[in-house]
């Protein structure tokens, strides 16, 4: 499966983006979806992770509460609601598709067969 991460932009803080990540070649259902993202000079980090169904989720600490994450498998495409954005969360935002959810195990990178490129997201004050 191919992966195409989109939406990113500059905002202000405080402000709101939606990321999408489309998938072809196979059919996005088989796979749970993650977002990680990896800020300038630091290591990528897990952000949130879908199951198959979209019935469960796991969100790292930093954005719960303001990132929501979505998918619809009739559009193959899993979705990133970002609100009430810091500056801490300027980074490249990347989606990977794993076989398997994994709960809480969900923010293992190595869990993840297939990742897409990068969209960058940048929160200016």
């Known amino acids: 499966v191919q992966l195409q991460a989109s939406g990113g932009g500059l905002v202000q803080a405080g402000a709101s983006l939606r990321l999408s990540c489309a998938a072809s070649?196979?059919?996005?259902?088989?796979?749970?979806v993650g977002w990680f993202r990896q800020a300038p000079g630091k290591e990528r980090e897990f952000v949130v992770a879908?199951?198959?169904?979209?019935?469960?989720?796991h969100y790292a600490d930093s954005v719960k509460g303001r990132f929501t994450i979505s998918r619809d498998n009739a559009k193959n495409t899993v979705y990133l609601q970002m609100n009430s954005l810091e500056l801490e969360d300027t980074a490249a935002y990347y989606c990977?598709?794993?076989?398997?959810?994994?709960?809480?195990?969900?923010?293992?990178?190595?869990?993840?067969?297939?990742w897409g490129q990068g969209t960058l997201v940048t929160v200016s004050s």
């Open positions: 990977a598709a794993a076989t398997s959810y994994s709960g809480r195990y969900s923010s293992i990178e190595g869990r993840y067969d297939y």
């Open positions: 070649g196979r059919a996005l259902r088989d796979y749970a």
């Open positions: 879908i199951s198959w169904n979209g019935v469960s989720s």
